[in-house]
């Protein structure tokens, strides 16, 4: 397959599938959770407060999501340049849903921002998040990867 023509799988309605759609959200999920976890790992075992650590998290989140794109299309052969302009443009929309969302329902979770890493609500409010915040932002990609934005601009160099 010529990868340099390959346009993401689309639908008759002219909208992506949502299997794309899902594996561009798992995609921007296991970036956001790994920088995610790492900041509450630092800012709990340096004793920070919430709203440092949940800065640090959240900052990780972005670094990591970035990050796991701009290696994939460093790899395809693009300048360090042309790949921070496309993991920029893949995956800000669907990081920023993620982390708003996954955020917005550990603060609303009572008790999970004073949670220590060892306590099932720290986890289960942590993983409840990113489950949510999964199941929103899948839609939020599909639209945008219909519209040729989002992780469908990532396409064009796999």
């Known amino acids: 397959m010529d990868h340099a023509t390959h346009e993401p ?19 921007c999920l296991t970036g956001c959770a790994v920088g ?16 440092p650590t949940m800065v640090v998290a959240i900052g990780l989140a972005f670094l990591f999501g970035y990050s796991f794109t701009l290696f994939a ?11 921070i302009r496309v993991a920029l443009a893949a995956d800000t929309v669907s990081i920023a849903v993620m982390e708003l ?15 220590q ?15 949510v915040a999964f199941l929103i932002t899948t839609p ?10 989002g992780h469908a601009v990532v396409h064009a160099h796999h």
């Open 36 to 51: 995610e976890i790492l900041g509450m790992v630092i800012g709990t075992a340096l004793g920070w407060g919430n709203a």
């Open 140 to 149: 939020v990609n599909r639209w945008m990867i219909g519209r040729g934005r």
């Open 9 to 27: 799988e689309k639908q008759s309605h002219g909208t992506a599938s949502w299997g794309t759609a899902v594996k561009a959200t798992l995609h």
């Open 117 to 131: 890493l060892s306590e099932g609500l720290f986890w289960g409010a942590l993983l409840g998040g990113f489950a």
């Open 101 to 115: 969302v996954d955020n917005a329902i550990v603060a609303l979770t009572p008790g999970a921002m004073d949670a």
């Open 73 to 83: 299309v460093l790899r395809a052969g693009l300048s360090l340049k042309a790949a």
